[in-house]
């Protein structure tokens, strides 16, 4: 399989990779870049290869990846999605997110079925031959195509991307190609000095790889001299202007605006074709909301059980302080520890927010967050599981003892949240959850059809479990009322509690399709609640 060269005079691909260490801001920069170029009136599409020889991201450990994103078609994704999404404002699908499994077991099983004609199969040319297409694949229909590479170049798994990436240029020209390269540079406390070694040794690694990189982004804890980009420059064979120095920000969405002030501003216009200067009102404004001070101050419980890695949450933090910037208000999260937290804890917040999750850990904490959110008028915005929870909560003051869901207590009588039809077996296994857009229909006049200001609605999805209708009177018996459904009505995907400032809780992921500079109204209504009280 050889990539096409048919694909258009115009179509240009933007590679981003790594080096020195991982969590550099890859994915930022890649999005940073995008969001410039759209801004120059680019069509942009982006994807991100993954080495990791899982099939999707679905089964990765939150603790050590950080929060799994869901795609509009059931993707499970690495948390850079989520980036992408926010900073283009475009929903991204199944073909944005590609790793070695998936791509790996497709050229095993067209092996079996004898599809290679006897060939013997190999990394090189069949597994960077299917690379090459997924990235044509994604990019298909867009001016420019971002390519985030995952990983740190030299990584033994990521060697066919990197290989894969720079055979690309062969077969599409490498004036339609552009290599930016991320690297680390850091600050030696006792001698006061930042060092550019580790990063000159990641573009000669790259280097050796057959890939000269067009632009260098530098990552600093702190602002570093221009000497630093001058001297990894001249030694890493990058073109003057081609290095970009890039502190730590305030805000991520400063960096589209640092990015095109710094000398890789050219590079893209020479790139592309367009030295049209990019509107980018839009990150001004943004930057200016959220580093300015706010007369009202409001605390956010976030009851959670993962408390080592706010990644695990991303884009939950991310809808809140989109709401809070929209409502002017100051966002303080408070983590509470879902197996510790206490009502003294729910006490000392203004609203609570209880995320989605898997499994029995904290389960209890958390329903005693909605329990008390419930039972003392505190705003309460749940989430996937934050519903379950909220349902649980209702049923046993409604007089349910002891209700629970199948997914906590196998054995519990009273399972006012049960597993899907077609789900048992699958409990440990990927791909299999409810992942996607689903509809749904809100019930008029409800505070949740206020809030959307409309009946019909999409929202992102990825569960397992469902709340079990035959026990919706004793829900409601606990203060709360389904306010939406599946458009068939069989399925409850949202509930409210009655004569409460504002308790609502859905079974979707709201927080996927919040934007920046569009906040989600289920995260409006919560600040508002607040501000209200």
């Avoid at 096409?4 to 991982?22: A, H």
């Avoid at 801001?25 to 982006?46: D, F, H, R, Y």
């Avoid at 297409?133 to 994604?138: L, N």
């Avoid at 592309?272 to 007369?295: H, R, T, V």
Wanted: charged content about 25%.
């Amino acid at each position: 399989m050889e990539v096409g060269t048919d694909m258009g005079e115009k179509q240009k691909y933007i590679f981003v990779t790594g080096g020195v260490l991982s969590g550099v801001g890859k994915g930022i920069t890649a999005a940073s870049i995008g969001a410039i170029l759209q801004a120059k009136g680019s069509k942009v599409s982006i994807q991100k290869c993954d080495p990791y020889l899982n099939v999707d991201a679905g089964l990765l450990n939150p603790r050590e990846h950080g929060e799994c994103f869901v795609t509009k078609d059931g993707a499970e994704t690495d948390l850079d999605l989520g980036h992408y999404e926010r900073f283009l404002d475009i929903e991204l699908t199944q073909k944005s997110t590609t790793l070695s499994g998936r791509l790996l077991s497709q050229l095993i099983a067209d092996e079996r079925a004898g599809k290679f004609n006897g060939q013997t199969v190999q990394l090189v040319p069949h597994l960077t031959n299917a690379i090459k297409q997924a990235i044509v694949d994604a990019g298909e229909g867009s001016d420019v195509h971002i390519v985030e590479i995952g990983g740190t170049v030299g990584d033994y798994e990521g060697l066919s991307f990197v290989e894969a990436i720079r055979d690309f240029a062969g077969q599409v020209g490498r004036e339609n190609c552009l290599y930016v390269h991320v690297v680390y540079a850091p600050f030696i406390e006792t001698s006061k000095e930042f060092k550019s070694k580790p990063a000159q040794n990641a573009l000669h690694e790259l280097r050796g790889f057959g890939i000269t990189p067009d632009c260098v982004v530098v990552r600093t804890e702190a602002p570093a001299p221009h000497a630093i980009a001058e001297k990894i420059g001249r030694f890493g064979g990058v073109r003057e202007g081609g290095v970009v120095l890039l502190p730590n920000a305030k805000t991520v969405y400063e960096i589209p605006l640092t990015i095109y002030a710094s000398g890789i501003g050219p590079v893209l216009d020479e790139f592309i074709g367009n030295s049209e200067k990019p509107d980018l009102k839009k990150w001004k404004q943004l930057a200016k909301a959220q580093q300015a001070s706010y007369a009202k101050k409001v605390t956010v419980g976030l009851v959670a059980k993962y408390l080592d890695n706010e990644d695990t949450y991303l884009s939950v933090l991310e809808a809140l302080r989109a709401a809070a910037w929209q409502e002017k208000v100051e966002l303080n999260i408070a983590w509470l520890d879902a197996e510790k937290s206490s009502e003294k804890e729910f006490s000392g917040v203004d609203a609570l927010l209880v995320p989605g999750g898997f499994g029995a850990r904290g389960v209890e904490g958390k329903v005693a967050a909605a329990t008390y959110a419930l039972q003392n008028n505190v705003p309460y915005l749940g989430i996937c599981l934050g519903m379950q929870v909220a349902v649980i909560a209702a049923a046993r003051l409604g007089g349910l003892k002891g209700a629970n869901s199948t997914e906590f207590d196998a054995k519990t009588k009273h399972d006012v949240v049960y597993i899907m039809d077609g789900q048992a077996g699958k409990e440990s296994t990927g791909g299999t959850l409810r992942l996607g857009d689903y509809q749904a229909t809100l019930k008029k006049g409800s505070k949740t059809a206020q809030l959307y200001g409309v009946q019909n609605i999409t929202e992102r999805h990825r569960h397992r479990y469902e709340v079990n209708r035959q026990f919706i009177s004793e829900v409601e018996a606990g203060g709360l009322t389904v306010s939406g459904t599946s458009p068939d009505g069989e399925l409850v995907e949202f509930v409210e509690a009655k004569n409460h400032p504002y308790f609502v809780a859905t079974q979707a992921h709201p927080e996927f399709k919040s934007r920046p500079d569009r906040a989600h109204p289920l995260f409006v209504g919560l600040m508002r609640a607040i501000g209200d009280i």
